[in-house]
């Protein structure tokens, strides 16, 4: 069965600097790796993904992730952090069994960038 | 958040009572999912519908049972709620190669 870890429940920044939010997998075959973003009393959004091709994925909000083989990681980075970027991030790996897109979470790491 | 609604949006109920959480798309989209949220556990999957009248279970599916006559409808039943099934759930659809899209949430409250 595939899995997801977040190793760091929260993560704090300041503004301005670069942040980097820790991802690592375990799948059997190819990942499908997912990054989502919650913010508070609302349901998740969709930042970006990875299939297939290049290993730095760029998404939304100004956003990106380095999808790494060897590392089995998939870290959430962006060059400079904003105060609304505060949110809760989860990463996430598809399971292909069955169709769809049913996805096996992490447990989440919450970032607080702070002035 | 792409045409998802889920109803309500808050509930209170006691325990042992049936409860029944809607969540309704305007996409068409072929798949839709019941997830929970829990602190430390992330999310997890409840069931999932793979289209209309087939479903499957997920990964925490005891206690719960789904429905779907229609494309756009997906039922998640708890059918005699327990403390433990107190959670924040989410609904989710999405195509075949599509990422999944989330409703805002429905935070049920078992007493």
């Known amino acids: 069965a595939q899995s997801v870890a977040q190793p760091e429940d929260q993560v704090n920044v300041a503004e301005g600097n670069p942040l980097t939010v820790k991802c690592t997998y375990s799948?059997?075959?190819?990942?499908?790796l997912f990054w989502y973003v919650q913010y508070p009393n609302r349901g998740l959004q969709f930042l970006l993904k990875y299939i297939t091709g290049d290993n730095l994925v760029k998404g939304s909000y100004g956003f990106e992730a380095e999808f790494n083989k060897s590392q089995t990681s998939f870290h959430l980075k962006k060059p400079s952090a904003l105060v609304s970027d505060s949110a809760l991030y989860f990463c996430a790996v598809r399971d292909i069994s069955g169709g769809g897109n049913k996805l096996t979470f992490g447990t989440g790491t919450q970032l607080k960038v702070e002035l | 958040d792409a045409g998802i609604t889920q109803s309500p949006r808050h509930k209170v109920t006691e325990t042992g009572t049936p409860v029944t959480l809607r969540c309704h798309q305007t996409e068409n989209h072929r798949y839709m999912y019941w997830y929970r949220q829990d602190p430390g556990h992330g999310l997890r999957l409840i069931h999932y519908s793979y289209g209309v009248k087939d479903t499957d279970k997920g990964e925490v599916s005891d206690g719960y049972s789904v429905s779907r006559s229609k494309t756009e409808d997906f039922l998640l039943t708890l059918e005699s709620a327990t403390s433990s099934q107190t959670s924040v759930y989410f609904c989710a659809i999405s195509d075949r190669d599509t990422e999944a899209f989330f409703g805002q949430g429905t935070r049920l409250t078992v007493v």
């Open positions: 799948v059997s075959g190819n990942p499908y």
